[in-house]
């Protein structure tokens, strides 16, 4: 007998396996038990062509392989390196003692040779947290696994570097990463702010989501900055902690998509076209992958044109949005990813993209414009804390001379410190990096109003009918605008934005055709300055 350790990936997170070898007589035949799947039965194959070819002479004998617990799904070629370890091991050509102080993971070439596996990371910080002194590994992916701390990484080439080093014929040194600055380079360094030409208002707006982590919908007509904007919004938001940077880096290492092993430093920034399926958005599969989603984590979803996405693709987005996970059941799998992100989305106000639009004539039929944006659902508008309309950029804007916009890092300067007002109030609570995650009892504890603000959310809820998951999103845009601008509590003026914020709540463009625009400005004129109205609203 003889036992190695190893790991199966359930969701981002390793679970330590143990990997059973028996020799014993019989019919020379090996068999892989413990439900094991796609690569991992096929391993049983490669392991001997790669002993043989490395010159180990082992005997004609029956050779039985359990991976426990066989309750868990195993599939990929990690096991395979373990799997050559523990027939050595069995045929008394390696002793038991070093096997188990480390964790194995790689995959076999025909000659012997240790190739990269997928999830190494994971790997790496099931070890830390078990108590093993570390990890082997394949030459390739070191420099990942070299990302976790208190833990030696031994980094091998082929099995006969494994099996020299752990009968100390030839140790082999850990492997020891270069140090490397984590500096902030925002994704698309090229990019910056100040680019956008005009829309104040609505960089304001931006800057307010960035601060806040709240999400965001733009709506508009072509050409009016908003995927402009979407794209430059990392470049304003804080950079990245190293545990999530850690979180983030986690994900793309069981996707296999990290480079040369280097921590994620970044924030996120996916852009998926709108054919894309449900499981590729959320994941899933028959694996049970990450998706989108999850690759956004703690970074930025942008859905442009989100009409066009199909609807069954932006119903799966609600759970996902309102919980910061995403959990996906199988017939006999389990598997949570995380998803905390900014869901940034883009639309035109109708299929010609010129509905209420100045100067410009649409041509689509009001029935039209309805079926359009009937497209996206109630539920899921009402997860968007932040719905804007853009207009098109005056002349005089483009024209402008340079340097009259303000660039990415004034508006991260702000964020930042506002981030930081935040991180110090939910101190006590680490699962609330911001305010976009508030729930109802840090709400009560952390969003005082003045009694001016408390009477225009008031109006504002009865005048436009807005939902009670509406009114705390804008009395979290109102405790966010108050971070921006350093007010302890929430002011007529955050107030006042915050409304300000959830056009789409109010506009015409939305649904219903026959109500003027004008008359719902002086709905909202009711709200925020009742002292000028006679009448008593609704």
């Known amino acids: 007998m003889a036992r190695v350790k190893s790991g199966a990936l359930i969701g981002v997170q390793a679970v330590v396996v143990e990997v059973e070898v028996d020799m014993s007589l019989g019919m020379p035949f090996t068999n892989v038990v413990g439900l094991a799947e796609g690569a991992a039965t096929e391993s049983k194959v490669r392991v001997a062509s790669a002993l043989r070819n490395c010159g180990f002479t082992l005997p004609q004998k029956r050779v039985t392989v359990n991976l426990a617990p066989a309750d868990i799904r195993k599939d990929g070629a990690v096991f395979e390196l373990p799997l050559a370890l523990g027939i050595l091991c069995a045929a008394q050509l390696l002793p038991p003692e070093p096997l188990e102080q480390y964790l194995f993971g790689g995959e076999l070439s025909l000659d012997g040779g240790v190739r990269p596996i997928r999830g190494v990371l994971p790997l790496a910080l099931a070890a830390r947290d078990k108590g093993f002194r570390g990890v082997m590994v394949p030459v390739a992916n070191a420099s990942e696994a070299a990302l976790v701390d208190r833990i030696e990484v031994i980094a091998v080439a082929d099995i006969r570097e494994a ?33 956008v030409r005009g829309q104040a208002e609505v960089k304001d707006a931006v800057e307010l989501a960035a601060a806040g982590g709240h999400n965001l919908l733009l709506c508009g007509p072509p050409g009016s900055g908003k995927t402009m904007l979407a794209r ?74 989100l009409p066009e996405f199909r609807k069954n693709v932006l119903e799966v987005l609600r759970q996902p949005l309102e919980e910061g996970v995403v959990r996906l059941a199988r017939a006999n799998l389990n598997v949570e990813y995380p998803c905390q992100l900014m869901l940034v989305a883009a639309m035109n106000p109708c299929p010609c993209g010129y509905h209420n639009v100045p100067d410009r004539v649409c041509v689509c039929l009001p029935p039209r414009v309805a079926e359009y944006h009937a497209r996206i659902s109630g539920p899921l508008l009402d997860r968007i804390d932040i719905t804007l309309e853009t207009r098109p950029v005056e002349v005089k804007a483009l024209s402008a001379a340079e340097g009259l916009e303000r660039p990415s890092s004034w508006y991260r300067d702000r964020v930042e410190a506002a981030r930081e007002r935040q991180r110090q109030r939910f101190r006590a609570h680490p699962t609330v990096r911001c305010n976009a995650q508030m729930t109802h009892a840090h709400m009560m504890l952390h969003c005082a109003m003045s009694a001016g603000a408390q009477g225009q959310l008031e109006r504002a809820v009865s005048l436009f009918g807005l939902s009670a998951r509406a009114h705390d999103k804008i009395r979290k845009l109102a405790r966010t605008r108050a971070d921006l601008q350093g007010h302890e509590r929430i002011t007529d003026e955050d107030m006042q934005f915050a409304i300000n914020c959830r056009v789409v709540d109010r506009r015409a463009w939305v649904g219903n055709g026959s109500v003027s625009k004008e008359a ?3 709905k909202l004129s009711k709200v925020l300055f009742p002292q000028t109205h006679t009448g008593g609203g609704r």
Not at 259 to 267: A, F, N, T, Y
């Open 520 to 522: 719902t400005d002086k």
């Open 163 to 195: 099996v020299m080093h752990l009968t100390g014929e030839k140790p082999i040194a850990p492997y020891s990463a270069i140090a490397q600055t984590q500096s902030f380079t925002p994704a698309g360094q090229s990019i910056d702010m100040q680019e």
């Open 232 to 305: 430059r919004l990392p470049t304003i938001l804080p950079r990245l902690e190293f545990q999530e940077a850690l979180e983030v880096t986690k994900v793309y290492s069981v996707l296999g998509l990290l480079k040369e092993g280097q921590l994620v430093s970044d924030r996120p920034f996916r852009s998926p076209h709108h054919t894309i399926s449900d499981a590729g958005l959320v994941g899933g599969g028959p694996l049970c992958r990450p998706g989108e989603l999850s690759m956004a984590h703690h970074g930025v979803l942008f859905l442009d044109e």
